[in-house]
């Protein structure tokens, strides 16, 4: 296949792409339709809910609660203290515990929640930040003249008011969830024993840079997102069906059916991260493939473009109304059609960094326009997630003003990855070690040659853990996952990478989706979106003890769990947190099954930390605790590495020096 169609085929296949600007359709609790318009939430967050009846018009009020994440986490009640417990505590060479890790056992949950405020920018006092975009209510910020403090001297929050109503924990399947729980957990209601806001950065002020917001974005293109998968099942191993391969290797001519992301929601998900940062918040964008491997996706050529995509040459825009006004109505601002006309992509990649990263309106509208082109011309291939967030750490961590301080709050740095999945491009259990014969049909040999990692992917995951793990990771980490065909679990190496950068996880059910129709696409993903900006200068974090977690309980080691229930926070101080549960407008603080097929259950890993807790079975082998602390229900792929510091290799289920007959 030549390669000019493998680069375009597969937008050109795609449906012509909806901009989030489109009404999606909420069920209320009362079963009507309401309207939420995204393009409301572009410029102003979530809807507000009109509470002017009963309050002070110059008062904020609750607009919503939002769940984000859940992460084990040992909870002590006598110092207010919730610490997660996102995996096998981290050592250094000597058996010593790095800075930052614990030891101790989980026992209980952490839910990471957004209070949601309504729009700051409609009182007589203005917040100190023009057109102010973030309305998180946070610690000290006054709702209905009232201030929101856990301090004891004036504790207007207190842990016993969240209280979590759970249906079960239940092992995440990756198939469609059932109505009622699968089993692993009873009904029960848990009040926190631990409630505290972590601040990450101070509020929005205009003049004081320690502020600003530092994001960079990490948007998945590679093989899955566009379509280019295994799709012939007659000539194709189990192993890999729907599964990203080198460039031009997969011959595929049922894109729309086989993309993971037909209504191109990942980039659309990041340029609405974009509009909704504040003037000074600074922003950076990066994609990654195969073919491109990582790069700033970025574009400074921007010309005016006929609704066909023709551009009209020579011209020059920032705007949609340059164009109008330089050369008549019917035209748009947009990158130039063509990559090779695009001066960033050919540049090193920390230069390209370097010039597409800022605050100012060009420049973020440089990244928005990036991320339009190269979702245009996805290429295929295989993911090189670690390699991308890697990338995006080193460039982050020195730019901007100064290193964040993780005590006091400000100059907070996060990254935010958008991608269908794990990391297909070095060594690990998502990996294709062997080719297959796709044009004998013969599906009993593995056939072909030895695959190699992606010649550009210079760290694998337990480098960058130990990496970031060594610096006290500094940079939190956002990662929205939505389903490739041909991985449809939630990937626990980027959950226990979110849990460690005291950073969130969120995981879309895309597969369950109606394909043929964008709109609960575009608003779960919206959803997702608003939960990442209002998580940004910080969260409210509510530990809840459950014997489920003790030795001998429903929550097992080394499995994927999904929590199902609800949250409600009880506190007569804010009549309008109340109405919040009551109104049906907003329900992002129920994490089970929603209206359109959404799931919005709270999936995290409880790893397991040794081949014991998986019934003993031998490295390699089925019952052993694989890298990625699930236990194996099937053998380790052969090849895979092995050993001590991965030398060996697994073959047939046993860890031996060599696996030879397995491929050429």
């Not at 904020?60 to 207010?80: C, E, G, H, R, W």
Request: proline share 5%; with cysteine.
């Amino acid at each position: 296949m030549a390669k000019t169609q493998d680069k375009i085929a597969p937008a050109a296949d795609r449906p012509e792409r909806a901009r989030f600007a489109a009404p999606v359709g909420l069920l209320s609790g009362a079963g009507a339709l309401v309207w939420l318009s995204v393009a409301g939430a572009f410029s102003g967050g979530l809807q507000s809910c009109d509470y002017s009846a009963r309050f002070a018009l110059d008062d904020l009020k609750f607009q919503t609660v939002q769940v984000v994440s859940a992460f084990p986490a040992f909870i002590d009640p006598n110092t207010n203290a919730i610490t997660r417990v996102c995996g096998v505590p981290l050592r250094d060479d000597n058996g010593d515990l790095l800075p930052g890790e614990t030891d101790k056992e989980p026992n209980g949950v952490e839910l990471t929640v957004n209070l949601v405020s309504t729009d700051p920018n409609a009182r007589v006092v203005k917040p100190k930040c023009v057109g102010e975009k973030d309305y998180s209510v946070k610690e000290g910020d006054r709702i209905e003249s009232q201030p929101l403090s856990t301090s004891k001297d004036l504790q207007t929050v207190k842990p016993g008011q969240f209280k979590m109503t759970l249906s079960c924990y239940e092992p995440h399947a990756t198939t469609s969830a059932k109505n009622d729980c699968a089993g692993g957990g009873e009904n029960a209601t848990l009040f926190a024993k631990a409630a505290y806001y972590r601040r990450e950065a101070f509020g929005c002020d205009a003049f004081k840079p320690d502020t600003a917001q530092n994001v960079a974005l990490v948007v998945d293109h590679s093989g899955s997102v566009s379509g280019f998968v295994s799709m012939d099942q007659k000539k194709v191993a189990d192993s890999s069906k729907f599964a990203e391969d080198l460039p031009g290797t997969v011959v595929n001519t049922a894109f729309k059916d086989a993309a993971s992301d037909p209504f191109f929601v990942l980039e659309e998900g990041a340029k609405l991260l974009i509009e909704q940062l504040n003037t000074h918040d600074r922003v950076v964008s990066l994609g990654f493939d195969e073919t491109n491997q990582v790069y700033a996706a970025c574009a400074t050529n921007l010309v005016c473009q006929q609704d066909d995509g023709n551009a009209v040459e020579n011209s020059t825009c920032l705007l949609d109304t340059d164009c109008a006004k330089k050369h008549g109505p019917g035209l748009k601002c947009a990158a130039h059609p063509s990559l090779e006309k695009d001066p960033i992509l050919p540049l090193p990649l920390t230069d390209g960094l370097k010039y597409c990263y800022g605050s100012a309106q060009k420049t973020k509208l440089y990244n928005k326009y990036g991320l339009d082109l190269k979702a245009k011309y996805s290429a295929n291939g295989r993911a090189p997630v670690y390699e991308s967030l890697v990338s995006a750490y080193d460039f982050l961590r020195t730019a901007g003003p100064g290193a964040p301080d993780p005590i006091r709050g400000g100059n907070a740095k996060h990254m935010v990855l958008l991608t269908d999945g794990p990391d297909t491009c070095t060594a690990n259990d998502n990996f294709l070690y062997t080719t297959f014969d796709q044009f004998s049909g013969n599906v009993t040999k593995a056939g072909g040659q030895c695959r190699q990692p992606c010649k550009f992917s210079t760290v694998n995951y337990k480098e960058l853990l130990k990496k970031m793990a060594q610096d006290r990771f500094p940079i939190h980490i956002h990662v929205i996952q939505i389903q490739s065909l041909g991985k449809l679990a939630p990937d626990p190496t980027l959950q226990e990478l979110a849990c460690r950068s005291q950073g969130t996880y969120q995981f879309l059910n895309t597969a369950d989706f109606n394909r043929s129709d964008a709109s609960t696409w575009q608003e779960t993903m919206t959803r997702a979106i608003l939960k990442v900006r209002y998580a940004l200068a910080g969260q409210w974090r509510a530990g809840f003890q459950d014997n489920g977690f003790k030795d001998g309980g429903a929550v097992k080691r080394g499995l994927m769990w999904a929590a199902r229930g609800r949250l409600t926070i009880n506190n007569a101080l804010f009549a309008s947190l109340g109405q919040v549960f009551e109104s049906g407008f907003e329900k992002e603080w129920r994490f089970e099954l929603l209206d359109g097929g959404r799931d919005a259950r709270l999936t995290f890993r409880l790893a397991c930390q040794s081949d014991a807790d998986c019934g003993g079975g031998k490295e390699c082998a089925t019952s052993s605790c694989g890298p990625d602390g699930l236990c194996r229900t099937a053998n380790a792929p052969d090849l895979s590495p092995c050993g001590e510091a991965g030398k060996s290799k697994c073959c047939k289920g046993a860890c031996d020096a060599k696996c030879d007959g397995v491929c050429k």
